[in-house]
């Protein structure tokens, strides 16, 4: 009986059934092969002790190894699997059969043959590991077989050797019983305390593993704080700035206007030159209001603003901010579809932009390229399959195949301590993710690195 700890647990009964089941189906099994050898291999026997009967027993043991043989092609039905237990009751009973065929054909109480009996009661008890009913069942099966062979032998002839086997046979069965009572305890309690043992460590391993996400998702939102903090500073500080700057734009657009109209005053000759000047000077002035506007709306935080944005603009805003890292002896390819733009927030596309240009120049800056190659970065644009893409491809040193598929996690950086914390893709990724688009990143290490952002066309 298993233990009153487990009973009421139905989830560990049904587990320890069917476990039970599977275990029990490999002992009968090894069972059947057992009998399979040792029944013919008694021939050797009958040829010393009744050499008389050796032909007959012969056949009465090659029959009994080719039934048992046959209750093998039982196991693979699902009606042996199901009533398997007490298909191994009845598996103990054929050579026990036979033997008392044996008992009663030689010398019933008197035969040597009844060592066999014992024989398959120890297997009962050591190979079948069957529940306490089970054994008692069996055991007695084969006492009355026993006694049933004797005295249907004839007369007892010697009852003191009749009592002193069936003594034997009677004590081999309760200790065969009692064993397998305490045994099958055992056995249940033991696959208890491992199944609950087995189901503790996986729920620990799912809260770990819930808490890995949670403290990641706190890290993503520390990492996030600090960058809409950063940003908050900025545009606070920008603004002044930017209105300092403006001020005197202003009045310098306005003198700007007043020579422009001065121009037809300068003599012929000094005209085209003069207005050459004027225009150079005008294109500064809008230059910097171009970098005064970008300015303004990047710093203006506000997720709430979706609109489509030409591609054209998104890339001519971020190539106007990284302007100051980029160096002369980089080439700059662009292969942009005209017309082409992406829904989204245009603040938040830049920084992904940013990112991905600033990532190509650190990237550039630590290649040795050999003579006859340039450090180049192409951006190419275009719409495919109801997708709108973009791509930006540097062809530096490339990302290593065994970290391709961490660089989107958060905090992984191939970058020197102090260089990044490893969160500006980890971003770009959730950012892309959030207009329903995603980023692809491919990589042959020498060669190129290109990654791919993908968006819905709207409709």
């Given at each position: 009986m298993?233990?009153?700890?487990?009973?009421?647990h139905?989830?560990?009964?049904?587990?320890?059934?069917?476990w039970?089941?599977?275990?029990t189906?490999?002992?009968?099994?090894?069972?059947?092969?057992?009998?399979?050898?040792?029944m013919?291999?008694?021939?050797?026997?009958?040829?010393?002790?009744?050499?008389?009967?050796?032909?007959?027993?012969?056949?009465?043991?090659?029959?009994?190894?080719v039934?048992?043989?046959?209750?093998?092609?039982?196991?693979?039905?699902?009606f042996?699997?199901?009533?398997?237990?007490?298909?191994?009751?009845?598996?103990?009973?054929?050579?026990?059969?036979?033997?008392?065929?044996?008992?009663?054909?030689?010398d019933?109480?008197?035969s040597?043959y009844?060592a066999?009996?014992?024989?398959?009661?120890?297997?009962?008890?050591?190979?079948?590991?069957?529940?306490?009913?089970?054994?008692?069942?069996a055991?007695?099966?084969?006492?009355?077989?026993?006694?049933?062979?004797?005295?249907?032998?004839?007369?007892?002839?010697?009852?003191?050797?009749?009592?002193?086997?069936?003594?034997?046979?009677?004590?081999?069965?309760?200790?065969v019983?009692?064993?397998?009572?305490f045994?099958s305890?055992?056995?249940?309690?033991?696959?208890?305390?491992?199944?609950?043992?087995?189901?503790?460590?996986?729920?620990?391993?799912?809260?770990?593993?819930?808490?890995?996400?949670?403290?990641?998702?706190?890290?993503?939102?520390?990492?996030?704080?600090?960058?809409?903090?950063?940003?908050a500073s900025?545009?606070?500080?920008?603004?002044?700035?930017i209105?300092?700057?403006n001020?005197?734009?202003?009045?310098?657009?306005?003198?700007?206007?007043t020579?422009?109209?001065?121009?037809?005053?300068?003599?012929?000759?000094?005209?085209?030159?003069?207005?050459?000047?004027?225009?150079?000077v005008?294109?500064?002035?809008?230059?910097?209001?171009?970098?005064?506007?970008?300015?303004?709306?990047?710093?203006?935080?506000?997720?709430?603003?979706?609109?489509?944005?030409?591609?054209?603009?998104?890339?001519?805003?971020?190539?106007?901010?990284?302007?100051?890292?980029?160096?002369?002896?980089?080439?700059?390819?662009?292969?942009?579809?005209?017309?082409?733009?992406?829904h989204?927030n245009k603040?938040?596309?830049i920084?992904?932009?940013?990112?991905?240009?600033?990532?190509?120049?650190?990237?550039?800056?630590?290649?040795?390229?050999?003579?006859?190659?340039?450090?180049?970065?192409?951006?190419?644009?275009?719409?495919?399959?109801?997708?709108?893409?973009?791509?930006?491809?540097?062809?530096?040193?490339g990302?290593?195949?065994?970290?391709?598929?961490?660089?989107?996690?958060?905090?992984?950086?191939?970058?020197?301590?102090?260089?990044?914390?490893?969160?500006?893709l980890?971003?770009?990724?959730?950012?892309?993710?959030?207009?329903?688009?995603?980023i692809?990143?491919?990589?042959?290490p020498g060669r190129?690195?290109?990654?791919?952002?993908?968006?819905?066309?709207?409709?």
């Amino acid at each position: 009986m298993p233990d009153r700890e487990f009973t009421d647990h139905e989830e560990i009964q049904k587990a320890y059934l069917e476990w039970d089941r599977a275990a029990t189906i490999a002992n009968f099994r090894m069972a059947c092969y057992l009998g399979v050898v040792l029944m013919p291999a008694g021939t050797l026997l009958d040829h010393f002790v009744y050499p008389a009967w050796q032909a007959e027993f012969f056949k009465a043991r090659l029959l009994s190894a080719v039934l048992i043989g046959g209750w093998l092609g039982l196991l693979v039905t699902a009606f042996a699997r199901k009533h398997c237990r007490w298909l191994g009751v009845a598996l103990a009973l054929l050579p026990s059969s036979f033997m008392a065929y044996m008992i009663y054909r030689t010398d019933g109480a008197a035969s040597p043959y009844y060592a066999g009996l014992n024989l398959v009661v120890l297997v009962v008890g050591f190979v079948m590991h069957w529940t306490f009913l089970e054994s008692l069942l069996a055991v007695s099966l084969v006492l009355l077989m026993y006694v049933a062979a004797c005295f249907g032998n004839g007369p007892i002839k010697v009852p003191g050797v009749f009592f002193n086997n069936l003594y034997f046979l009677v004590l081999t069965g309760i200790i065969v019983a009692t064993g397998r009572f305490f045994h099958s305890k055992l056995r249940f309690r033991e696959f208890a305390l491992r199944y609950q043992l087995d189901k503790n460590k996986k729920q620990l391993e799912d809260q770990n593993a819930a808490l890995e996400t949670a403290n990641r998702q706190i890290k993503e939102a520390e990492a996030e704080l600090v960058q809409s903090e950063k940003l908050a500073s900025l545009g606070r500080m920008s603004a002044g700035i930017i209105h300092e700057i403006n001020n005197p734009l202003n009045f310098a657009k306005t003198g700007l206007y007043t020579l422009k109209n001065k121009g037809k005053y300068i003599a012929p000759e000094q005209r085209e030159e003069y207005l050459d000047i004027v225009k150079d000077v005008e294109d500064g002035f809008n230059r910097v209001s171009g970098i005064v506007s970008s300015l303004r709306g990047f710093t203006h935080h506000d997720d709430e603003i979706h609109e489509d944005i030409p591609v054209a603009d998104l890339l001519e805003a971020s190539l106007r901010f990284v302007s100051h890292e980029w160096s002369n002896h980089i080439r700059l390819e662009k292969n942009l579809t005209a017309g082409q733009t992406v829904h989204a927030n245009k603040n938040k596309l830049i920084q992904v932009c940013l990112n991905l240009l600033e990532n190509s120049l650190d990237a550039l800056k630590i290649k040795q390229f050999p003579a006859g190659e340039s450090p180049t970065i192409t951006i190419s644009s275009r719409v495919e399959n109801g997708r709108s893409l973009v791509s930006f491809r540097d062809n530096g040193p490339g990302i290593q195949p065994e970290i391709l598929g961490k660089v989107f996690d958060p905090f992984f950086t191939t970058k020197d301590v102090g260089d990044g914390m490893g969160m500006g893709l980890s971003i770009c990724h959730r950012i892309v993710q959030s207009y329903g688009g995603e980023i692809r990143v491919q990589s042959e290490p020498g060669r190129f690195c290109e990654f791919t952002l993908e968006f819905p066309v709207k409709g």
